[in-house]
């Protein structure tokens, strides 16, 4: 069974962590910015810290994939691949991985 390509669809792995990243660090500023744009003063502040919190565990919570043994292309796990001298192969789309390849060099 001939799996498709993810690079046919333009959304890789990286495209979609990056898209979520930017939608979350642009969005939820502007939704700040118009819930202070009605309150008084001095709750601005508490709107603030709310939003940059919420931006630090959202972009933590979409990079946190990036950490594990996954093909940056298509997702796959590459627990169990082996690492070559350049990185891993992924055996669902044939991408280059090049992190996680440290047994290798010993």
């Known amino acids: ?24 660090v642009v ?3 502007l ?4 819930v ?3 309150l008084p003063s001095w709750p601005v502040w ?7 919190a919420a ?3 959202a972009l933590n919570t979409v990079t946190s994939r990036l950490t594990a043994s ?6 796959s796990d590459l627990g169990a691949t082996p690492a070559g001298e350049h990185g891993r192969i992924c055996p669902r789309c044939g991408a ?5 390849n440290d047994s290798a060099r010993a």
């Open 1 to 24: 069974m001939e799996l498709p390509n993810p690079m046919h669809y333009g959304r890789t792995l990286l495209a979609r962590i990056r898209r979520r990243a930017l939608i979350f």
């Open 27 to 29: 969005g939820v500023p």
């Open 31 to 34: 939704a700040a910015f118009g």
């Open 36 to 38: 202070a744009a009605m």
């Open 46 to 52: 508490a709107v603030v810290g709310v939003a940059v």
């Open 55 to 57: 931006v630090t565990v």
């Open 70 to 75: 996954a093909c940056w292309t298509c997702g």
């Open 96 to 100: 280059l991985n090049q992190h996680g």
